[in-house]
């Protein structure tokens, strides 16, 4: 049975693979060895399932999602609190989930876990009960998201990298491998150590996302004054407000750390 070059034609099943009934599999699909599906799940087109994966629950995929063996999604909750009711997983287009992922369902009824789109979550990863992912993130192997954590857009989460529950990693920053993350982690930064702590710009990443030099100068005067002053929150704000240059990317840093929740890891 040929399971590559999945076009827009009828889903190719492999005979060995468990499809429930109920669910709704998109045109192009591939479906591989002993894969099973259950009655609630929505695949989009072209998404392909090495063999092995598992996706059960109310979950929904968008288009192009390729799902490695031995991936879990959707599944119940491992929260304790966890009652009963509807609960959902819902995720975008383009994904890349390697061999082990598990993507957790939420834990209260009528909530959802979500991840957008274009991510790449490498093997062994773990995305709890409510966490909400953005699009364009990397997540190295073993990378491991507590319950109701957030992740913005472009950020990169190191292999081994711990996050804790309620925790936010903003926009454009990157985590060190191994590092455990017990605060909210600023938009463009780097963090690192046990526990993490910010310790300069994601220059790197800044780079690769085409942000301008006029932006990056500002954030690092920003960063300056956020980290390096000895400046107590509120005060770091105001001074960031009168002296660096409004841009959007000062304009994302201010809003982000004054709407932080768990404090941000200085």
């Known amino acids: 049975m040929n399971l590559s070059n999945a076009d827009t034609s009828a889903p190719i099943i492999h005979p060995t693979a468990v499809v429930h009934s109920g669910a709704r599999v998109g045109l192009g699909c591939v479906i591989g060895p002993y894969c099973v599906l259950g009655e609630h799940v929505v695949l989009g087109d072209c998404c392909r399932l090495h063999s092995h994966v598992v996706v059960d629950g109310r979950t929904v995929l968008g288009r192009d999602n390729e799902i ?64 909400v992912l953005g699009s364009h993130v990397i997540m190295s192997n073993v990378a491991t998201l507590a319950g109701h954590v957030s992740v913005e857009d ?8 711990a996050v804790h529950q309620f925790c936010k990693i903003g926009r454009m920053s990157i ?37 301008p030099e006029s932006s990056q100068a500002a954030l690092k005067q920003a960063y300056k004054i956020l980290f390096r002053e000895g400046l107590a929150i509120p005060n770091a704000l105001a001074k960031i407000e009168s002296s660096v240059a409004p841009l959007p990317e000062i304009q994302h840093l201010l809003a982000f750390v004054r709407a932080s929740g768990r404090g941000i890891g200085k």
């Open 68 to 131: 490695f063996p031995f991936a879990s999604i959707g599944l119940k909750s491992q929260d304790l609190k966890w009652a009963g009711g509807i609960t959902r997983t819902e995720i975008g287009d383009s994904n890349t989930f390697r061999e082990h992922v598990t993507i957790h369902s939420a834990t209260g009824d009528g909530e959802a876990t979500v991840v957008g789109s274009r991510n790449h979550i490498l093997a062994y990863c773990h995305l709890a009960h409510n966490v």
């Open 154 to 161: 472009h950020a990169v989460i190191g292999g081994l990298a």
């Open 175 to 211: 985590i060190g491998g191994c590092s455990k993350v017990v605060q909210d982690v600023p938009p463009f930064m780097l963090a690192d150590g046990n526990p993490a702590r910010t310790r300069t710009l994601n220059k790197v990443g800044l780079d690769r996302n085409g942000v």
